[in-house]
């Protein structure tokens, strides 16, 4: 038996809200097929989401969008790839890095991620 079969609440190590949004996708679609991948980080300025978005983009992401946040003052860069196995280790890391990312600017915050079914 796999981690990814569908239908199957398997037991991911990590950030509850990842385990569970990683076991709605499960349930709903098949967690070996590529999927669309897309990541939110919040920051008080226009200087800390290019820091942001600068850093994401080197480390492979593509950029979806560094603009004014719809609410509030701040700012929010939008990353995703394309075309991903999303797994639980990819997520584990990716919120890592996005989360030291964050801390890097001020007002950081890393908002959590979402993925295609």
Known sequence: MGLFRRGK????PGDPLDDETLRAIGERSDLTLPRNWIHYI???DE??????????SEDG???QRVD??????GWVVIA???GVVVTPER?????????????TVPGGDY???????
């Open 80 to 82: 995703e790839q394309k």
């Open 111 to 117: 908002d959590g991620w979402e993925a295609s079914i």
């Open 61 to 63: 992401w593509d950029l």
């Open 9 to 12: 609440k398997a037991v991911i």
């Open 47 to 56: 200087a800390g989401a290019q820091v942001i978005a600068g850093a994401a």
């Open 42 to 44: 919040y920051c008080a």
């Open 68 to 73: 004014h946040a719809a609410s509030g003052t």
């Open 91 to 103: 997520v584990l890391s990716a919120r890592a890095f996005f989360e030291r990312l964050a801390l």
